[in-house]
């Protein structure tokens, strides 16, 4: 256990006022709790933990003020990555920059993977699939390997589901499901699996599975009203109504793409308006093609 640890510890437990025998009551005695703030010895996974009830404080959180306190060039690295939503090429190039610069000096799997992935991202920003595509299946080649999956590698292959084939994508998504089972009770869990679904979409489409498509963006669409993500409401009822006007040419299909874009106008939200409109010709671009 880093050293460091201990002082962040030690801020945290003076910012709250609690004595050192508060904190360690039950857990260690408080002469070598006193070491373990200075530096001076390591102590187990499992004290430490028991440290942090003490604490009234999770591990996420922790992990949060540590990397504040520490300025964790890698742990940086991670946080740009998870806050990235859309292809965003500036957040993208600087994730690349620093990547690199953090692999000159460490051999980091997961920072690798992370690499990649930008750089795949970049790529389809671009048009360069097939590039894209090669630096994808490194992650893949490696995950399709592994008997279990963790959250850090679930978040990683969703971010790049869409270059895969239908098929692959579906048995990618079928394993991360089953894999995230384990999570159900984790506090991120709808985040880290819905989008899984909501991905998957594009897939059917591409793959002129129509129905299919209709019937999976329903319920994600019910799933995220529920927990009033209005942004993902949004784009959800943009593409049944861009589904529907290809299947019925319906006006009320007419009426699902203009709700979809009063929920960015009232919102104001100028960012989900020109998404709105990306995902309007990239959908329109498929049923066309599939016509």
């Given at each position: 256990m880093d050293y460091e640890i201990g002082t962040v510890i030690k801020e945290i437990r003076k910012s709250k006022n609690y004595s050192q025998s508060k904190v360690s009551k039950g857990i260690m005695h408080q002469t070598n709790y006193s070491k373990f703030e200075l530096g001076e010895i390591e102590i187990s996974y499992d004290k430490f933990k028991k440290l942090l009830v003490?604490?009234?404080?999770?591990?996420?959180?922790?992990?949060?003020?540590?990397?504040?306190?520490?300025?964790?060039?890698?742990?940086?690295?991670?946080?740009?990555?998870y806050k990235l939503r859309f292809i965003d090429e500036e957040i993208l190039n600087q994730l690349i920059k620093d990547s690199t610069k953090y692999l000159e000096n460490n051999s980091d799997r997961f920072i690798n993977d992370i690499h990649n992935v930008c750089k795949a991202l970049i790529e389809v920003k671009g048009d360069n699939f097939d590039v894209a595509k090669s630096y994808g299946y490194k992650?893949?080649?490696?995950?399709?390997?592994?008997?279990?999956?963790?959250?850090?590698?679930?978040?990683?292959?969703?971010?790049?589901?869409?270059?895969?084939?239908?098929?692959?994508?579906?048995h990618i998504t079928e394993f991360a499901l089953k894999q995230g089972l384990k999570y159900d009770h984790h506090p991120e869990y709808e985040n880290i699996f819905l989008p899984f679904k909501y991905n998957l979409v594009h897939l059917l489409l591409r793959g002129n599975r129509i129905e299919e498509a209709k019937s999976l963006n329903e319920e994600?669409?019910?799933?995220?009203?529920?927990k009033k993500l209005y942004t993902q409401v949004a784009l959800c009822k943009l593409r049944k109504g861009l589904i529907e006007l290809h299947l019925n040419k319906t006006e009320s299909s007419k009426g699902l793409l203009e709700n979809a874009y009063l929920i960015a106008e009232v919102l104001n939200d100028?960012?989900?308006?020109?998404k709105l409109k990306k995902e309007e010709i990239y959908v329109n671009s498929i049923l066309s093609t599939n016509a």
């Open positions: 003490n604490l009234e404080l999770d591990i996420i959180e922790f992990e949060y003020l540590y990397a504040l306190r520490t300025h964790s060039h890698r742990q940086n690295i991670i946080h740009y990555f992650i893949w080649e490696r995950l399709e390997r592994s008997d279990n999956w963790y959250l850090s590698d679930i978040k990683l292959i969703n971010s790049i589901l869409f270059l895969f084939p239908v098929e692959t994508a579906e994600v669409l019910h799933t995220f009203k529920e100028k960012e989900l308006t020109m």
